[in-house]
């Protein structure tokens, strides 16, 4: 059974850091695109960041130069290093990942996506 399951979420101020963990286990996710989502109370799912197997990230235009998404394929792990935080960063952050690589479609979007983790949430006060 494949499985994503979140860490490392919490309450911080704004200006300070968190790092979010993503471990997979089942399958290994060498060879696909794995992302962060994240959704707001009221708000739907947005894209934060994604990374390619190949090294190539994606990032929202909010986060670029604050989020840093990496992977250790050795612990099937997929991290969001996220610094200077604000308090629009706070959500619930969810992982993603593809089942295969299709070669189609936007690792921007949820639908992209075939498995997803349980969410960890992140709150930034002011």
């Known amino acids: 059974q494949v499985q994503l399951v979140e860490s490392g979420g919490g309450l911080v101020q704004a200006g300070e850091s968190l790092r979010l963990s993503c471990a997979a286990s089942?399958?290994?996710?060498?060879?696909?695109?794995m992302g962060w989502f994240r959704q707001a109370p009221g708000k739907e799912r947005e894209f934060v960041a994604a990374n390619a197997w190949n090294g190539i990230t994606y990032y929202t235009n909010s986060v670029k130069g604050r989020f840093t998404i990496s992977r250790d394929n050795a612990k099937n792990t997929v991290y969001l290093q996220m610094n200077s935080l604000k308090p629009e960063d706070t959500a619930v952050y969810y992982c993603?990942?593809?089942?295969?690589?299709?070669?189609?479609?936007?690792?921007?979007?949820?639908?992209?996506?075939?498995?997803w983790g349980q969410g960890t949430q992140v709150t930034v006060s002011s």
């Open positions: 089942g399958r290994t996710f060498t060879s696909v695109f």
């Open positions: 993603a990942a593809e089942s295969v690589r299709r070669g189609i479609g936007l690792p921007t979007t949820p639908s992209f996506y075939d498995y």
